[in-house]
């Protein structure tokens, strides 16, 4: 039985695209996003994919926000959730109701360009800034701060001498198109494991083994 799985969306929502198309071991079957003009709801719906709006900013306290997103989760069924481009912080109790099942992707090498506040274009400007030979994608699981969860998958991209923070951001994005479809597959096939602050990727069984 392949794993359900929840993309968290803010923006346009190519994150949520690949992850749904690219999915071979796992579905989307829930995407939640906290604008109600937001791109990644158009997509959901191309996709056929259940969106539904949920702003923090719409309930009186942070606890009724928690409490509305876990029975959204718990009634939707969802295994995994995948945060792609959600600019909301995530309940500390849904962090805890769904620890080392929950992925973000970050646009750079985490630990490196990573925190509260550093999100989206503000990013590859940082990195551009500071003249680094390569930046990359990060995905990895949610802990309770901001971009410090273990590290599962991460892929360079060399920073070109020409490049501006839009020009960088665009082979970025293509390689989080990547690497977030191949993190949640390998969670779906069984092979990782978190050992505090690491992840163990257990190579694929074969008939030999
Ligand atoms: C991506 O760059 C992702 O790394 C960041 O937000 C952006 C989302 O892009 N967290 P999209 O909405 O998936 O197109």
Known sequence: MSLRVAVFASGGGS???????????????????????????????????????????????????????????????????????YLCKIPATVVEAFWGRILNIHPALLPRFGGKGLYGRRVHKAVVEAKEAFSGATVHFVDE???????????????????????????????????????????AQGRVQIKGRHVIIRPIKTHDD
Do not use: M
């Open 145 to 187: 701060e901001y971009d410090t969860g273990p590290i599962l998958l991460q892929k360079k991209v060399p920073v070109l001498p020409e490049d501006t923070p839009d020009s960088l951001a665009e082979r970025v994005l293509a390689v989080e198109h990547q690497i977030f479809p191949e993190a949640l597959d390998l969670i």
């Open 15 to 85: 994150n949520f695209q690949a992850i749904a198309e690219n999915a071979v071991n796992y579905r989307v079957t829930l995407v939640v996003c906290n604008r109600s003009e937001a791109g990644v709801l158009g997509r959901a719906h191309n996709l056929g994919v259940p969106a539904h709006v949920l702003s923090p900013r719409a309930f009186e306290s942070d606890k009724l926000y928690a409490i509305a997103l876990l029975e959204l989760l718990h009634s939707e069924k969802i295994d995994l959730i995948a945060l792609a481009g």
